[in-house]
């Protein structure tokens, strides 16, 4: 926990569960991730985290916005983003959004199916249009699956059919899945992209994009290979497959951005015991529904900090306090924390700037939404 944070739950106190955020930290993030992929143009994944004021520091650091619904186009909008700044990066949009997206100025939109590229020469006529590619999420925590992206020769036609339709076949993109921990994910399906590229331009289309998605890791509570790595791997399969002839690239990341200026801090409602089982039940004030939505499958895993570390520990469980079943956190990752522990604590979940605030369920359990404070 960095000590701008620690600084301000100490004087302050805030009442638990709350996001503590500090945005200076999303402008080193952003600064390390432009240092090390300078050729890039970065579209932060809007999804992540929207908060105003992480926009608004975005926005002075001439970052651009990856969108995934109308709702994100117009906040950023309202941040002071121009509208050529934004990518409305969802395969899956209503007309309508299309339509006020188009209507507000933004001309970049992904599709990976003949309805949504119908969809968006009626109602977005000669924007810029990117195709989504399927590749392998193996190695990735947060897996994106099947439901998007198309296959390559599904692609081929697509691209066709838009410059037909009057949109301007612009690029390719892909997503690796998020919190992607292997640098070869990029690499495969960078050379899987090439290939149609190359492919397209013999067949008279001049593709002159790649959208390299997000997906770069947070330390969570396993090490991961830093920016740089990623960066490396990059490059290196860019220059392998284009060579001189450079396409404009694109990453949105989110996670990256945001996800280690953030810690939630949350209070220890209850320690219990099951008959003689060693393994101790701990409830805290924030669980699956409060915001930790991506422990579900126990993927994401967090790492916690409590007053009593440093002393003897021993193996937990770790829930919410809703009463769903569903609620857990933690049952088999092996997760041990201090024997000392108990209802009253306080503890910090860290890393939890990204994927949190807008995954907390309204009032479920009459629980509030999670509190934020942006430091
Ligand atoms: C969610 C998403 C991202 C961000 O992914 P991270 O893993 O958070 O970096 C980027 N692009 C698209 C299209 C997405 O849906």
């Avoid at 000590?3 to 993030?29: G, M, S, Y």
Wanted: charged share 25%.
């Amino acid at each position: 926990m960095n000590n701008k944070i620690a600084r301000f739950l100490a004087d302050r106190q805030p009442a638990t569960p709350c996001l503590v955020f500090d945005i200076d930290r999303v402008e080193a993030n952003f600064r390390a991730i432009r240092d090390a992929l300078p050729l890039a143009q970065i579209y932060y994944a809007v999804k992540a985290n929207p908060a105003p004021q992480i926009l608004d520091r975005l926005v002075k650091l001439d970052s651009r916005f990856d969108a995934a619904g109308i709702e994100e186009v117009e906040a950023c909008l309202a941040a002071g983003a121009a509208p050529s700044a934004i990518s409305f990066g969802n395969t899956i949009k209503k007309i309508s959004a299309i339509r006020r997206a188009h209507e507000a100025g933004v001309d970049m939109f992904a599709f990976d199916s003949d309805e949504e590229l119908a969809k968006l020469a009626e109602h977005a006529p000669g924007a810029r249009v990117y195709c989504r590619i399927l590749v392998e999420n193996d190695g990735a925590d947060w897996p994106l699956s099947r439901k998007f992206g198309t296959t390559v020769a599904h692609a081929r036609a697509l691209m066709l059919r838009a410059g037909e339709l009057g949109l301007d076949p612009f690029g390719l993109s892909f997503h690796v899945g998020s919190q992607q921990t292997t640098t070869g994910s990029y690499e495969a399906a960078i050379a899987k992209v090439a290939m149609l590229f190359t492919d397209l331009r013999d067949a008279g289309v001049n593709l002159r994009m790649v959208n390299l998605g997000g997906g770069f890791p947070v330390r969570y509570r396993d090490e991961v290979p830093g920016i740089d790595a990623f960066a490396n791997a990059i490059m290196g399969a860019m220059t392998e497959h284009f060579g001189n002839a450079m396409p404009d690239m694109l990453i949105e990341p989110g996670r990256s951005v945001v996800g280690d200026a953030g810690v939630v801090s949350a209070e220890v409602v209850l320690v219990s015991r099951k008959g003689d089982d060693p393994v101790r039940w701990v409830y805290l004030d924030i669980g699956r529904f409060g915001g930790l939505a991506e422990t579900e499958g126990e993927a994401i895993k967090y790492r916690f900090t409590t007053p009593h570390d440093g002393g003897e520990t021993g193996p937990v469980a770790i829930a919410g306090p809703t009463c769903d079943g569903a609620d857990i956190l933690y049952e088999r990752s092996n997760y041990r924390l201090p024997l000392a522990l108990a209802s009253g604590d306080r503890v910090e979940v860290l890393a939890t700037g990204a994927y949190v605030t807008t995954y907390a369920s309204q009032r479920f359990n009459g629980f509030a939404p999670l509190a934020e404070h942006y430091i």
